[in-house]
T-cell receptor, first 113, second 115 residues
Framework: NAGVTQTPKFQVLKTGQSMTLQCAQD?????MSWYRQDPGMGLRLIHY???????DQGEVPNGYNVSRSTTEDFPLRLLSAAPSQTSVYFC????????????FGQGTRLTVV | QKEVEQDPGPLSVPEGAIVSLNCTYS??????FMWYRQYSRKGPELLMY????GNKEDGRFTAQVDKSSKYISLFIRDSQPSDSATYLC???????????????FGQGTILTVHP
């Protein structure tokens, strides 16, 4: 059972480039979300989805897009990378009615130069 | 002001010590209170959770929630070097709709237990 899989694990981008962070889960969870983790800031919610075709913004959505075409996949797109988007990104999934246990991926370390 | 406040530490204790980790919050709608543990360069993993007020014990770990004070705690007894990690508190409400599964995290406390 793979759980939540994120790719890539590391990425370096130049300012202005775009890219997609991939997230896939095999637990049939309805709820998926993206967080960024910065020193001293904890985990901040970027976007989330409660099911295929339904997404919404979190606390820090600017500069990011998401879509949810299947239950399993929830990609995060950076439209035009900026140095302020240098961070560690985590994808998480959970059962919709069980908010207490979110399963996290291993993270993607992104550096924008 | 953040909805959830957590002292980032770092906290360094000798092996065998009792560790106390705390969070305060401002949103009275929070009903679910969780503690996640995150080892270096890994994703967070759920350690334990409590619904509403009260205590919950799991081995060496005890979680307490005081909703009247908007204050939650995690106690670790007989701490071990393997407990060295970042501990994140997280909270969620049961307001229904699309907000149901959203988690709000504290900043995380870095804990080191030295032999």
């Amino acid at each position: 059972n793979a759980g939540v899989t994120q790719t890539p694990k590391f990425q370096v981008l130049k300012t202005g480039q775009s890219m997609t962070l991939q997230c896939a889960q095999d637990m049939n969870h309805e709820y998926m979300s993206w967080y960024r983790q910065d020193p001293g800031m904890g985990l901040r919610l970027i976007h989330y989805s409660v099911g295929a075709g339904i997404t919404d913004q979190g606390e820090v959505p600017n500069g990011y897009n998401v879509s949810r075409s299947t239950t399993e996949d929830f990609p995060l797109r950076l439209l035009s990378a900026a140095p302020s988007q240098t961070s560690v990104y985590f994808c998480a999934s959970s059962y919709f009615r069980v908010p207490t246990e979110a399963f996290f991926g291993q993270g993607t370390r992104l550096t924008v130069v | 002001q953040k909805e959830v406040e957590q002292d980032p530490g770092p906290l360094s204790v000798p092996e065998g010590a009792i560790v106390s980790l705390n969070c305060t919050y401002s949103n009275s709608a929070f009903q679910y209170f969780m503690w996640y543990r995150q080892y270096s360069r890994k994703g967070p993993e759920l350690l334990m959770y409590t619904y509403s007020s009260g205590n919950k014990e799991d081995g060496r770990f005890t979680a307490q929630v005081d909703k009247s004070s908007k204050y939650i705690s995690l106690f670790i007894r007989d701490s071990q070097p393997s407990d060295s990690a970042t501990y994140l508190c997280a909270m969620s409400n049961n307001a229904g709709g699309t907000s149901y599964g959203k988690l709000t995290f504290g900043q995380g406390t870095i804990l080191t237990v030295h032999p």
